[in-house]
């Protein structure tokens, strides 16, 4: 693809391909829209975090598109991989993107030249030691950010199979990580592309070769010489699509299903599921309810006080008689106090209390 | 001699007729109870005013007393019930009300009007509808706590049609009323009398053994935490919403709980937490929102919380599972360990929390100042060695966008 192509005003070289300007776009827009809805969960006690929480519909909704982003983060992340692998095995494309000993060498050529201490500016090849720097900490976060992630979405998935301290670990990971993100992006990433010198390679696929003899010359040498992309024969190139595709479709069934998994597995934490009552131990057989002596019962508790001589009720207190409930909720009722009902514990309303008005309500004796 | 003895004559007479009044004197109160007495008059002082500020009680205490002094003096009313109409004078007089013990006095006939003997008002269906109809009275004066009881929920129980629901004299008395401020005890008992379970709940608490066992009036009572008059629904998404910063009242005091040996970090960390952080968001975004988020009283109980060393206590470690399962019906039994509780991680709580922390505390300003020297010098280079610089990378004018500001330093 690094070919030199010319406009009529000048020579620039073809750096990125239409779909890598699209993956770039889409990390843009989930990068973005994860940093501005999560920071603020960070900084929830901070004044202009709420008003901004709530200016996008309230922390609910910014969780549902927190994780709507992640999950397109995540969707680009296996995409990438994918592309990666493809590059790699299939087109055989070296590691460019693993840092060398040069690269140290160039950083430290890069800033004795800056500080006017050399004369010498380092000639780099496809990705200098900046752009490594860049790509390699957005995979090492990342990664760091999915795991993480993954724990707060699914703490109890987590908490079975790894020491349950791992989660309030995971979220201060997560918030640090994002914060050191966001800020490397801030200081160094636009620093190099937008104030430096807007680098609109990324968007256009082109870069203009001037800017090529500064920042990567040793492509540009590379590309001149016709040897930046190394020329596979068709029959070895056919073998490895042969054997790269099949891996391919199976690792994204394979990461997709896990993607799905992830998101899908468990409700508590982006939902908020109704308290379930704590099961009250209450043993006692329903069978063994008087319901005369339920009668005289509902009278001296002070059931009728509210629910009325025949337990009809007044608005907004519920009629309770010949009552649907379950025995157990009923009694669960009764000890836990549903709504603005007070609860009664064993030392007011027995169990056998508790048969007995169950009695007393089922039996049409009002 | 016969002289005398004719003087003696009237003497007798006299000491006679003076004895037979005397009796005659003597006997008349009892006489009082008799149906065909007649009343004396009323003097009116000042015409029934409620004026609090008048030293001495208006009307004749002591007419009224006459027959309500009585003791077991009733009256039937139409549901069968009957109306005790007997008031103890002393109680009335150590009243807050009565002469002896405040500058405020009021006479019997500035809450129950005037009315000569026999009365002519309608008498009450029952006697709850007499006790709620005195309680009015007492709004009159007491406008402000009128004003707070409005918004309660007893009032607004009495106004749905629950008799039952607390007027002012169920709390604090009808002609025997008493100062309660300041007597938390008294608060609670006072409650205790209708809320009886939640009542047996609270003396078993920490907070209640405290004040009703140990006598320590910093320990909340009833009030401390539902408010008095103006009693709110505890069971809104509101009082909810808001019930952290009730707790933290107390428990972020640094001074008030020194004396209890207790962390005051408590509200912090829990703001810090996610349970905290989102219930907070919740009441920032709207104070009715309802959530399930974690709350205080949901981990330690309400009214029968203890102490997490108490085996008793829902935040007890054999008992965290259960309550962790209220909202997280799925927990495993290790999912307790991911609420790192109200506790700093530190080398020996939660080590892996705090070498996350110390890791990112290093790494962050580590990467970001590598990255601030390296745009540093960038800047430094180009701003003075703009002509070199611009040889090693000539940008043509060719008007190509890309080049129109090459060297836009920040």
Redesign the interface.
Known sequence: MATIGATA??QYVERFGAAERMEHIVLIISFSMLAVTGLP?RY??VQIA?DF??LLG??ESVRIMHRFFATLLMAGSIYHGGVLTYKVYVRGSSLNMLPTVKDARD?IG??L????LSKE?PKMGRYNF?EKAEYL?LVWGTLVMIVTGFM?WN??AT??VL???????A???HS??A??AV??II??HM?NVH????N?AMFTGKM?V??M??EHALELVAIQAGTATPVIPDAIMARRNKRFWPYAVFMTILLTSGLIFFVSFED?AIH???????EESITIDPAKGNAEAGATKWQTLPCA??HGETGAG????PAITNTALDFKVFAADIRRGP??M????P??VSEQDIADLYAFLRSNMQ | MKRILRHQRHIFTFCFGAGLALVIIALWPDSSSQPTFKHPVVEAQDGGSSNPTAKQPTGNNAYCAVCHSQEGRTVALADGTSLDLHVTPDAVADSVHGTSNSQETLGCVDCHGESAFPHVEARPESSREFTIKMSQVCTDCHVDEAQANADGVHAHGLANGNLRAAVCVDCHGAHDVQHIKDQPQLAAETCGTCHTSIFDEYKQSIHGEALLVNGDTNAPTCITCHGVHGISTPTTAQFRNRSPELCASCHADKKLMAKYDISTSVFDTYLNEFHGTTVALFEQEDPNAASNKAVCYDCHGVHNITPANNSKSQVAKQNLLATCQQCHPDASSDFPDAWVGHFEPSRTQHPLVYVVDLFYKILIPGVLSGFVFLVATDIFARTKHVGGRKKSAPPPKEGHTESAKPEKEG
């Not at chain 1, 020491?163 to 670990?169: H, L």
């Not at chain 1, 007044?314 to 207190?317: K, L, N, S």
Request: positive net charge; aromatic residues 6%; hydrophobic residues 35%.
């Open positions: 005003k000048q969960q929830a006690d709420k929480i709530e309230g922390i950083l890069w800033v030249h800056n500080l006017g500016h900046g900490a707060m703490p109890i908490s079975k020491p349950s301290e791992v989660i309030p670990a979220r201060l990971a640090s990580e914060l050191l800020l490397s200081i160094w620093y104030v430096r010198r807007f609109k203009p001037h800017h003899e500064e508590t908020t599921v109704p308290r379930q009552p704590v006080r509210c007044v608005p907004p207190i709504a603005d007070p609860a009664y514990g030392g007011q």
